[in-house]
């Protein structure tokens, strides 16, 4: 006989609202509460919308797994039309193909240089003394990096200030108290995000019009420059306009609040970050270089507990294409299901002391041991592209910035969730020559 499933439990509410409230109010705080009392699978009622949340890391590695029964949502298309982050199928095939050679290990590890020298310009113009608004500078910093890297451009600091308020707004269409409501309500939240695509769009329409096609080996924009006007491709002026939108956003963001976190969490932990900049002078003298920060224990420590503590991307939400059976449950077609990374990486069942930043509990273990406890890049097939060159980028940045300064956070930081993990206000940082007591 067929075995019996059911859906999942769901955590209780309240009538004709549902969980909306508590989601909306604290969204961090309510998965939390759900797994703890119903279990990691269960089912989240949005004003009458159900939406299916998985938190145990045998659920999240068959959600990543089969992308032929969890399909990205629309939500994605919204923000990012065709690009790679919204795509499925032969074209998400085709463009992850035409891409990955740029982000491969080999090729980002020849870009150190350029990294380093834009974050030396970048920490070069702080002075001991100075406080810093940390989030601000990191995702001028990231997306500078993009442009120099990645996009083959130069902007101006008043363009880089317009792009990155651009694409900033995206994340709104994921926040709290506007994602719970119908996509038809109309909220500041999405009036915001509409006006940042727009903007963001027309960035990218502009950095098309200027750049003309070559080779990977000169920049990403100018390969798929060559892709779309190549006839024998299947490219064509729309889907390369939605890449660059993608890379505008995504190229930054993410690493931005990696590095952003990072740097406070080693503000308010001094005796870590004593500890990585001890490890930084003994390994690196002058001018740090690519086989001078490839092995510095400590610090890899730090940016795998940062990544723990907080994810850049706290969510990973899906829809399935078929019905799906996931131990004695059934999550049912055409249905919305969230992968909690946040919750995931934050729960004792999985990590001793989960709400403290503890670098030195990598030191027995590593990411790949986790497996899928562990999962701030996604995993399987749609792993982030953008990985290697994230993590060379905070290492370089992290050694540039504590190799000048001590640094102190004098506030702790909270987070809210949109598309991305975004800290609730300004992340202020104070800097200290490094021979102050």
């Given at each position: 006989?067929?075995?019996?499933?059911?859906?999942?439990?769901?955590?209780?509410?309240?009538?004709?609202?549902?969980?909306?409230?508590?989601?909306?109010?604290?969204?961090?705080?309510?998965?939390?509460?759900?797994?703890?009392?119903?279990?990691?699978?269960?089912?989240?009622?949005?004003?009458?919308?159900?939406?299916?949340?998985?938190?145990?890391?045998?659920?999240?590695?068959?959600?990543?797994?089969?992308?032929?029964?969890?399909?990205?949502?629309?939500?994605?298309?919204?923000?990012?039309?065709?690009?790679?982050?919204?795509?499925?199928?032969?074209?998400?095939?085709?463009?992850?193909?035409?891409?990955?050679?740029?982000?491969?290990?080999?090729?980002?590890?020849?870009?150190?240089?350029?990294?380093?020298?834009?974050?030396?310009?970048?920490?070069?113009?702080?002075?001991?003394?100075?406080?810093?608004?940390?989030?601000?500078?990191?995702?001028?910093?990231?997306?500078?990096?993009?442009?120099?890297?990645?996009?083959?451009?130069?902007?101006?600091?008043?363009?880089?200030?317009?792009?990155?308020?651009?694409?900033?707004?995206?994340?709104?269409?994921?926040?709290?108290?506007?994602?719970?409501?119908?996509?038809?309500?109309?909220?500041?939240?999405?009036?915001?995000?509409?006006?940042?695509?727009?903007?963001?769009?027309?960035?990218?329409?502009?950095?098309?019009?200027?750049?003309?096609?070559?080779?990977?080996?000169?920049?990403?924009?100018?390969?798929?420059?060559?892709?779309?006007?190549?006839?024998?491709?299947?490219?064509?002026?729309?889907?390369?306009?939605?890449?660059?939108?993608?890379?505008?956003?995504?190229?930054?963001?993410?690493?931005?609040?990696?590095?952003?976190?990072?740097?406070?969490?080693?503000?308010?932990?001094?005796?870590?970050?004593?500890?990585?900049?001890?490890?930084?002078?003994?390994?690196?003298?002058?001018?740090?270089?690519?086989?001078?920060?490839?092995?510095?224990?400590?610090?890899?420590?730090?940016?795998?507990?940062?990544?723990?503590?907080?994810?850049?991307?706290?969510?990973?939400?899906?829809?399935?294409?078929?019905?799906?059976?996931?131990?004695?449950?059934?999550?049912?077609?055409?249905?919305?299901?969230?992968?909690?990374?946040?919750?995931?990486?934050?729960?004792?069942?999985?990590?001793?002391?989960?709400?403290?930043?503890?670098?030195?509990?990598?030191?027995?273990?590593?990411?790949?041991?986790?497996?899928?406890?562990?999962?701030?890049?996604?995993?399987?097939?749609?792993?982030?592209?953008?990985?290697?060159?994230?993590?060379?980028?905070?290492?370089?940045?992290?050694?540039?910035?504590?190799?000048?300064?001590?640094?102190?956070?004098?506030?702790?930081?909270?987070?809210?969730?949109?598309?991305?993990?975004?800290?609730?206000?300004?992340?202020?940082?104070?800097?200290r020559h490094r021979e102050d007591a």
């Open positions: 006989m067929p075995r019996e499933t059911a859906p999942p439990p769901s955590p209780a509410g309240h009538p004709v609202v549902g969980h909306a409230p508590s989601f909306a109010r604290d969204p961090f705080g309510f998965v939390s509460d759900a797994v703890e009392s119903v279990g990691g699978r269960f089912v989240m009622n949005l004003l009458g919308r159900e939406i299916y949340v998985l938190a145990d890391p045998a659920d999240i590695e068959t959600a990543l797994l089969d992308r032929e029964s969890f399909a990205k949502l629309e939500d994605f298309r919204i923000a990012f039309g065709d690009a790679l982050l919204s795509v499925e199928g032969e074209q998400w095939q085709r463009q992850r193909h035409a891409m990955e050679g740029f982000f491969s290990p080999q090729r980002i590890r020849g870009h150190a240089d350029t990294i380093r020298e834009v974050t030396e310009r970048h920490a070069d113009a702080w002075e001991p003394g100075q406080r810093i608004e940390l989030d601000s500078e990191m995702r001028q910093l990231a997306l500078e990096n993009l442009f120099e890297v990645v996009l083959g451009h130069s902007l101006s600091d008043e363009e880089f200030d317009e792009l990155a308020t651009a694409a900033h707004a995206l994340n709104l269409w994921f926040k709290p108290t506007s994602w719970v409501l119908p996509h038809w309500v109309p909220t500041p939240a999405r009036y915001r995000f509409r006006q940042g695509a727009a903007e963001l769009r027309s960035w990218a329409e502009s950095l098309l019009s200027r750049t003309g096609p070559g080779p990977a080996d000169e920049s990403l924009l100018s390969a798929l420059v060559a892709l779309r006007d190549d006839p024998s491709t299947a490219f064509d002026q729309e889907e390369i306009l939605d890449q660059v939108v993608g890379m505008l956003f995504a190229g930054h963001e993410t690493t931005a609040l990696a590095m952003t976190y990072a740097l406070h969490q080693l503000g308010r932990n001094g005796d870590v970050a004593e500890r990585v900049a001890g490890e930084i002078d003994d390994a690196i003298e002058g001018t740090p270089s690519l086989s001078t920060v490839q092995d510095l224990s400590v610090l890899d420590d730090v940016i795998d507990e940062t990544l723990r503590l907080f994810p850049p991307v706290h969510a990973i939400p899906r829809v399935t294409t078929t019905e799906v059976s996931l131990g004695e449950h059934t999550i049912p077609r055409d249905t919305e299901v969230l992968l909690a990374v946040w919750n995931l990486h934050r729960d004792g069942r999985f990590y001793d002391d989960p709400e403290t930043f503890r670098p030195e509990r990598w030191a027995d273990t590593t990411p790949r041991e986790r497996g899928y406890e562990y999962v701030p890049f996604g995993a399987g097939p749609r792993i982030c592209i953008g990985r290697h060159f994230a993590r060379l980028e905070m290492k370089l940045a992290l050694v540039t910035v504590l190799g000048r300064y001590r640094i102190e956070a004098p506030e702790p930081v909270s987070v809210t969730p949109q598309m991305t993990s975004q800290p609730s206000g300004t992340v202020p940082l104070k800097l």
